[in-house]
Structure formats: structure tokens, C-alpha cells
């Protein structure tokens, strides 16, 4: 999708174990940029539910929106981007099945990252391991941000990895990619895989996982790119 209107709405959208704040950082450069940027609050609960989460954001954009999903945030907006207002989409070392593939498909034929580990209630909700928080989630971070990440991480509901995703955005709008090449919360073939199967324009970056927060400077401006480049 192209527009010949500029765009100057971003929606945010955060992946599990985590909220919206770790945006702060992107909100402020963004915004500072003269964008719009909201932040979509996930409940985690399924995936249906964090997709109408998000839709419900979009529908409030005034114009063309660029759409942005960290880690479990891309199966999101894969889902959620096909509203009319989304110009155009990124993906923050993200998640991007296609129709009819579930979350956790994507995983299958890449290496498991020892340093990752999901502790999984009776209730069928996951938690990092606290552990193992930094050095599965956020390793770049300083030691007072990563503490605050762990101990405000949201549980997501395990099953949302065994739903299907039944729209495909990145198959009709324009996309990009940035992928933490130290990522250890997903294998670097895997994310390079979803990022060229979806013909993303990638960006790479010497980051963990937390790259929404710790390289808030190179993801914003990767968005600012999309945005120029949707409305070409």
C-alpha cells in the first residue's frame, strides 16, 4: 500500500513479558520528530484479544499509520495490518507467520537458545525466568533497566502460540525489519528467514532482544524510513 499523503501516525505494539512502556525511548524521539505515536497496551491474553487491542488503537489514527511489532507484537500486526489505516509495517525482532501458520511454527528447524527460558504456571501462562531475565531478554541493558523489565514483565497465555493467523499484511504492504544480531530469545536464521520470506527491507544492530528499548535511536529511525518510504 502507498499513499500520497504523509504519514505522521506510528502505532506501537510490544511483544510478551513485556508492556508498552519499554517504548518510552522510541515515543520520545519519535514524537520529538513531530509523529503521533500511540502505544498499544496487549493484554496477552490470546491472540484475538491483543489483535483487537490493536485494532481498536488504529481506528483512532487520523490518517495512514505505520504499524510496529516487537517479537510477539509482529504476529500481531501481521494480523491486525490488514486495517486500512496501516501504510506500512515494521518488525522489531519480530514474529511474522504467514496464513494459516501458527505463532509457534515458527520455531521449527532453528536452534533453541539455552539462555531463554520460559517458566509455565498450571494456569497456562508463561514468565521469563527471573534467573535468566538478562541474559535471555535484555544482556545490553544496564542492570537497574533490565531489574525493572524483569520484575514488570506480563505472563502471556501460552496458548496464543498454537493460534493460526488467518491475514497476512506483510503479503500486501510494504515492510521492513530491524533483527538484534544478539538476539537471544530467537535464532538469527529464523528471524532472517521471516524477515525475507515477507521481503522486508532489513536493518541489523548489535542488541539483545530488548532493542526496542536499547536501540530505541536505530529502531526509530528505521520507522521514520518506513514512513518516508510508505508514502512514496
Do not use: C
Amino acid at each position: 500500500m502507498s499513499t500520497d499523503r504523509e504519514i505522521r501516525n506510528v502505532v506501537l505494539v510490544h511483544g510478551a513479558f513485556a508492556d508498552g512502556s519499554g517504548w518510552r525511548g522510541v515515543h520520545d524521539i519519535l514524537t520529538a520528530r513531530g509523529y503521533t505515536v500511540t502505544i498499544v497496551q496487549n493484554p496477552l491474553t490470546s491472540l484475538a484479544d491483543d489483535v483487537a487491542a490493536t485494532t481498536r488503537i488504529l481506528d483512532r489514527q487520523d490518517g495512514p499509520t505505520i504499524l510496529v511489532g516487537h517479537s510477539w507484537g509482529g504476529t500481531v500486526i501481521t494480523e491486525a495490518g490488514v486495517h486500512p489505516k496501516v501504510a506500512g509495517l515494521v518488525y522489531v525482532s519480530a514474529l511474522a507467520p504467514d496464513s494459516g501458520e501458527t505463532t509457534g511454527q515458527q520455531y521449527e528447524g532453528f536452534a533453541p537458545t539455552p539462555e531463554f527460558v520460559i517458566d509455565v504456571g498450571d494456569d497456562g501462562y508463561g514468565f521469563l525466568d527471573p534467573g535468566k531475565f538478562k541474559a535471555g531478554f535484555a544482556h545490553d541493558a544496564s542492570d537497574e533497566d533490565a531489574a525493572f523489565l524483569r520484575d514488570s514483565q506480563v505472563p502471556i497465555n501460552m496458548s496464543v502460540f498454537d493460534s493460526p493467523v488467518t491475514h497476512t499484511a506483510w503479503r500486501d504492504k510494504p515492510t521492513w525489519a530491524v533483527i538484534a544480531t544478539e538476539d537471544k530469545s530467537f535464532d538469527q536464521a529464523m528471524l532472517q528467514h521471516m524477515a525475507k520470506r515477507s521481503a522486508a527491507t532489513i536493518t541489523t544492530v548489535s542488541a539483545s532482544h530488548a532493542l526496542f528499548m536499547t536501540q530505541a535511536g536505530v529502531v526509530a529511525d528505521v520507522i521514520d524510513e518506513a514512513a518516508k518510504g510508505a508514502a512514496r
